[in-house]
């Protein structure tokens, strides 16, 4: 009976079209993410001096504000995926399991 379940949900199209959406959405902010963590990391490692650039007479640098940024960023990104997989992911999931719940009844 699960067995028969699954593979209804599996092969109905808007579940497809739910998993191509995720998994491109997921993927990119993947890409987004590893882009800004690295590439900081890759600026600690070979531009130390462009990190440690003084900002005004005081004692701020320019990595300061670029890391907390790097933070920021991921925020954003975590935000960005909620409010998305709230209104877009979550309508299409409900939406399968009622066609598939229709579909099933006799």
């Keep these: 009976m699960q ?9 109905h199209p808007q579940y497809k079209q739910l998993r ?11 890409v987004c993410m590893l882009v800004v963590y690295y590439g900081f990391v ?7 001096e462009f990190l440690a650039r003084r900002i005004g007479d005081g004692v701020m640098t320019l990595g300061m504000p670029v890391g907390f940024g790097v ?33 099933g009844k006799p």
């Design 3 to 11: 067995d028969d379940l699954v593979e209804r949900i599996a092969a």
């Design 20 to 30: 191509r959406r995720r998994d491109r959405f997921g993927w990119t902010l993947a």
């Design 42 to 48: 890759l600026l600690v490692a070979f531009d130390k």
């Design 71 to 103: 933070i920021l960023f991921t925020v954003a990104i975590t935000a960005y995926y909620v409010r998305r997989a709230n209104a877009e992911f979550d309508t299409l999931s409900d939406a399968v399991v009622k066609a598939v719940q229709k579909a």
